[in-house]
């Protein structure tokens, strides 16, 4: 009797254990889909912002500054940075654009000229995509990181070496309204 008792004890733990296991995996896996998702509106806006440079400097000769940033920042080779790299060039990304833009603003010229008006509108719709995926990102960053701290999940996590991701997050230069002087 005592075995079965012990019998049924260590399969439950060994239920508990494969469910907990495979929750872990196809929380990473969410994690991975959602980043891969968002991954592919970044690669867009990364692809549209030297088109969008070149249209702004042919108005804005002086604004080098900003070129330069922008040009810096996208000069690294997308294909070739991991997630968390990817995250942070983003959210730098972020406050160059907008800085870019708040430079294209005095210039009347320019925000009458088609090409960058296409422009600005294929950005607008890449930044939306941009948001809803980065929400959805973080969706599911929040859930696998919530279960990877949660007990009894965080020793199964640990064992196997399910790990936290970094959330999507805008730092606090982002908060600030963007200054432009002359």
């Not at 968390?84 to 870019?100: E, F, P, T, V």
């Not at 294929?122 to 941009?130: A, M, V």
Request: net charge neutral.
């Amino acid at each position: 009797m005592t075995l079965i008792i012990i019998g049924i004890i260590i399969a439950i733990v060994l239920i508990w254990l494969i469910s907990a296991y495979n929750k872990g995996i196809i929380l990473r896996n969410y994690v991975k889909e959602a980043f891969s998702t968002m991954d592919v509106y970044l690669k867009k806006r990364w692809d549209l912002i030297p088109n969008l440079i070149e249209t702004v400097k042919g108005y804005a000769q002086h604004e080098k500054e900003v070129f330069n940033q922008v040009t810096e920042l996208r000069s690294a080779n997308y294909g070739g940075l991991n997630n968390n790299q990817k995250i942070d060039i983003n959210q730098k990304l972020d406050i160059g654009i907008a800085k870019l833009l708040a430079v294209a603003e005095n210039y009347p010229d320019l925000k009458a000229n088609e090409s960058f008006n296409n422009l600005m509108g294929e950005l607008s719709s890449i930044e939306n995509e941009i948001a809803n995926s980065r929400k959805y990102y973080n969706g599911t960053v929040r859930e696998l990181n919530t279960y990877t701290e949660v007990f009894p999940s965080n020793i199964v996590c640990g064992i196997f070496g399910i790990k936290q991701e970094k959330l999507f997050e805008i730092n606090e230069t982002e908060r600030q309204n963007v200054k432009v002087q002359f």
